[in-house]
């Protein structure tokens, strides 16, 4: 578990790390922060979900780890549902920047529940059981 949700946070940062202004574009579409912030967020992000994914990877501060990447997943798959519930339907950002085409929000919430599964056994496997 902590292999695939590791993967895919490192797959997940690396083209927001290679394209920093294209990622700004798809938070700001969110329409959550101030602009002020949308490009620092855009940097910083990425380098988060990359430094999370390698330290589920290798099992590093895995305590730490899967609790901060199911609070990232929790909070991103809420923007995407707060945004579902204000009407816009937009590109999700995860893998890519890329806001062509018909933004599959369904299929985006369906994968989001889908990885909080994993994120939440890997949570009760690593945090809750061991503390019992």
Request: aromatic share 14%; charged share 10%.
């Given at each position: 578990?902590?292999?695939l949700?590791?993967?895919?946070?490192?797959?997940?940062?690396?083209?927001?790390?290679?394209?920093?202004?294209?990622?700004?574009?798809?938070?700001?579409?969110?329409q959550?922060?101030?602009?002020a912030?949308?490009?620092?967020f855009?940097?910083?992000l990425p380098?988060?979900?990359l430094?999370?994914?390698?330290f589920?990877?290798?099992g590093?501060?895995?305590?730490?780890?899967?609790?901060l990447?199911?609070l990232?997943?929790?909070?991103?798959?809420?923007?995407?549902?707060?945004?579902?519930?204000r009407?816009?339907?937009?590109?999700?950002?995860?893998?890519?920047?890329?806001?062509?085409?018909n933004?599959?929000t369904?299929?985006?919430l369906?994968?989001?529940?889908?990885l909080?599964?994993?994120a939440?056994?890997?949570?009760?496997?690593?945090?809750?059981?061991?503390?019992?």
């Open positions: 578990m902590r292999l949700l590791g993967g895919v946070f490192v797959w997940a940062s690396t083209y927001k790390i290679l394209h920093p202004a294209a990622f700004a574009g798809v938070i700001a579409n969110y959550l922060l101030p602009d912030w949308v490009n620092g855009a940097v910083t380098w988060l979900e430094l999370l994914g390698s589920l990877i290798f590093i501060w895995l305590p730490g780890a899967v609790v990447s199911n990232l997943l929790v909070v991103f798959s809420g923007a995407l549902l707060f945004n579902v519930a009407g816009l339907d937009i590109h999700c950002g995860c893998f890519t920047s890329d806001a062509m085409g933004p599959k369904t299929w985006y369906v994968r989001n529940a889908a909080i599964t994993v939440a056994c890997l949570l009760f496997k690593v945090v809750i059981r061991k503390r019992a």
